[in-house]
């Protein structure tokens, strides 16, 4: 019998354990099924992270920046705005029409008179004086179309039209070195991501490097072997080198966000380059080469050529003020008593009109001189300009040449500075070095890997801002395409 209730008990025990086994079960399920319509209802808030550390290539990178810069955008939209000044312009050529519709009502004497007769209605009893001189209140609807077109005007529109044609080139190079630009500080930034990333691993480098001096100290000062001030020496290189490692980190941090500003991204969105700084085999050009594809590609000097060419035409519009204009102008007109039931009258005029300034005190003669003394000013900015292209071609020039050389010397210089902080080590721990060789070493080896990856990046650079002063920057070329 106790076998049976015994039993029973482990059975009903089991029975209610099986039961809160099934109930959790059934809470982890709906708790999972809620967090997966979570999931899929805010993926931001989940996957957020990953998204910002999406890693990029740099021409992607560019792609991208070409598409949402706001600089861009807004050399764009003054692109579209010199298209429609270009339509303004060509409109003069064109003739006008307008439409009107005007109600009155009145008892002016002559305003019924004319009003009477434009309808049709005017009888031998609106002869009347006291009808002619105290009208009574008289309503007229009157409908009106009515053009002019400037059949010559001394070439004054046509020359418009030109200017505006020469200003819209100009709109148009600036847009293609807005996008030259937009290109460089793409590149530059992204290599910044990529040295900033390097920095960091020397200076993660240089701390173990730094801990592992300090422990040798430490162990030979506990022997006996050195004097405190050796410890104390190697405490401070370690320190040194954690403020390094903070400043590395901050600096990546803040190349990241400059990388997103580049492309017209939220700095909320952090993107992350997928290459790594590496030495690349760029094309190399001579300086004449060069400054003679900055001469004739420059976009800036090309707008300046369209701005001077634009400023003709306005010497030339001034000069046409001075002849004649001949204009056409045609009328239809409807004058009826009411708006809709009409019974009045129409009538239409045509007629050809010719125009010629005999005097104005002077206004054009000085409007001319002005827009020549615009024209010569226009001239000699085109020459300023060309000749800062020069020097920037040449400044630049020289920039990458010198960086090419810098990393030469600099990867030579790695080698030798870890062979020197080898053989020091052993010396220190042989007794035959003091630790302020051995510090010294390390500090040259660290400064030999940091002076290298930052004359790569110089390089690099520096051939994105040399193909950018010759005019010759864009999404294909070698320092964005490997």
Request: glycine share 4%; net charge neutral; hydrophobic share 40%.
């Amino acid at each position: 019998m106790r076998i049976c209730e015994r039993q029973a008990g482990e059975l009903s025990q089991s029975t209610s354990k099986t039961l809160v086994r099934w109930r959790s079960a059934s809470r982890f399920a709906a708790s999972a099924v809620l967090f997966a319509l979570f999931a899929l209802s805010h993926p931001r808030l989940l996957f957020g992270q990953q998204a910002q550390s999406s890693p990029l290539t740099l021409p992607q990178a560019v792609n991208i920046a070409l598409e949402k810069n706001p600089q861009r955008k807004a050399a764009l939209a003054d692109t579209r705005a010199t298209l429609d000044d270009v339509r303004e312009a060509r409109s003069f050529l064109l003739p006008h029409v307008t439409f009107s519709e005007t109600a009155t009502r009145g008892n002016d004497p002559v305003y019924v008179f004319g009003s009477k007769l434009r309808q049709q209605r005017f009888t031998t009893a609106d002869f009347a004086l006291n009808v002619l001189n105290t009208p009574t209140p008289f309503g007229n609807f009157a409908t009106r179309f009515g053009g002019t077109w400037n059949l010559f005007d001394s070439f004054a529109s046509w020359r418009a039209v030109n200017r505006a044609e020469r200003v819209k080139d100009a709109a148009g190079h600036q847009l293609d070195r807005t996008d030259q630009e937009i290109v460089f500080r793409v590149v530059d930034s992204y290599d910044s991501v990529l040295v900033a990333k390097k920095q960091l691993e020397v200076a993660e480098q240089a701390m173990k490097t730094a801990q592992a001096i300090l422990d040798r100290s430490k162990d030979r000062f506990e022997t006996g072997v050195v004097v405190e001030s050796d410890y104390l020496s190697a405490q401070v290189r370690l320190a040194t080198r954690k403020q390094e490692l903070i400043r590395a980190q901050n600096s990546l941090a803040l190349a990241r966000v400059q990388f997103s500003t580049s492309m017209g991204i939220s700095t909320e969105n952090v993107f992350d380059p997928a290459d790594t700084l590496a030495e690349r085999n760029l094309p190399a050009t001579s300086l004449e080469e060069v400054e003679k594809q900055a001469v004739e590609m420059r976009p800036d000097l090309k707008r300046v050529r369209s701005e001077e060419a634009a400023q003709q035409q306005s010497v030339s519009i001034a000069k046409s003020a001075f002849g004649p204009r001949v204009n056409a102008f045609a009328g239809w007109e409807a004058d009826n008593p009411t708006f809709v039931a009409g019974g009045g009258g129409n009538n239409w005029l045509v007629g050809i009109e010719v125009q010629f300034d005999l005097f104005q005190g002077g206004a054009k003669r000085a409007h001319l001189a002005r827009e020549r003394a615009m024209q010569e000013k226009a001239a000699a900015l085109k020459e300023m300009a060309t000749d800062a292209v020069r020097l920037e071609v040449r400044r630049a020039y020289y920039d990458v040449d010198a960086a090419r050389q810098q990393v030469e010397v600099a990867r030579a210089a790695i080698a030798e500075s870890q062979e020197s902080l080898r053989i020091n080590q052993n010396r220190y721990d042989s007794g035959l070095s003091t630790i302020t060789d051995l510090l010294a070493s390390e500090e040259a080896a660290r400064r030999s890997q940091t002076d290298y990856w930052e004359a790569v990046y110089r390089y690099h650079s520096g051939y994105a801002n040399l193909e950018l002063a010759s005019g010759t920057l864009n999404p294909q070329s070698p320092v964005v395409t490997p």
